[in-house]
């Protein structure tokens, strides 16, 4: 188990070691990583705040065009009598906004749609709770941290935007109640990862 963690904590290292040959265009070019999320809800006065894991992959179509695929786990409290778990699957579309193909710092703008599923719990009896299953489309802007040809750290902050019904939690008569209701309004949440890739 013990070198099984050190081959794991190093392995970004012995990467950073091994040059990446690029011909003609940087198309093609797969990396696969993981981040961490944080989640600022707008829509429910309750909801304020959600942290996360996630993973990606990507690949790039050309010099200033890149996919990512990713998976995120986000939890977080409503008040203090329920909790909030939410999954997003989805894919993206990055844009960048300079033509240098391997900068040290390199800006993109990103937009993109997911699948995601929201689950409420009443933090006092389990059993009580409530999901909805949506989609949601999300855009905003990013930075690449280049720290060798095949290692970078990503910097991203995205608004998401939900689409279709909406889920609440109220407390009222010593007891959590959960509702579901048409949303109203461009209601979602602002989304900051950081990410770690190899290439």
């Not at 429910?44 to 050309?62: H, N």
């Not at 010593?174 to 209601?187: C, D, I, Q, T, Y």
Request: glycine share 10%; with cysteine; proline share 2%.
């Amino acid at each position: 188990m013990n070198k099984l963690c050190i081959i794991v904590f190093l392995f970004p290292f012995f990467g950073m070691s091994q040059p990446m040959v690029v011909k003609d265009t940087q198309g093609g070019i797969f990396s696969i990583g993981l981040r961490t999320t944080a989640s600022s809800f707008s829509g429910d006065k309750l909801s304020s705040f959600g942290t996360g894991v996630g993973g990606q992959f990507r690949i790039q179509v050309a010099d200033r065009i890149n996919t990512e695929w990713f998976l995120d786990y986000i939890t977080g409290d409503v008040g203090d009598f329920a909790s909030r778990i939410d999954y997003h699957i989805g894919w993206s579309v990055m844009y960048y906004l300079t033509k240098s193909v391997d900068p040290i710092i390199k800006p993109y703008l990103v937009i993109g749609h997911c699948f995601d599923k929201t689950i409420l719990i009443d933090n006092s009896d389990h059993r009580n709770r409530i999901a909805k299953n949506s989609s949601a489309v999300q855009g905003g802007a990013g930075l690449h941290f280049r720290v060798s040809q095949r290692f970078d750290i990503s910097l991203n902050t995205q608004y998401m935007m939900h689409l279709g019904d909406d889920v609440h939690a109220h407390y009222e008569n010593a007891r959590v109640h959960f509702e579901s209701e048409k949303r109203k309004g461009l209601e979602g949440h602002f989304l900051m990862h950081i990410g770690l890739n190899y290439k």
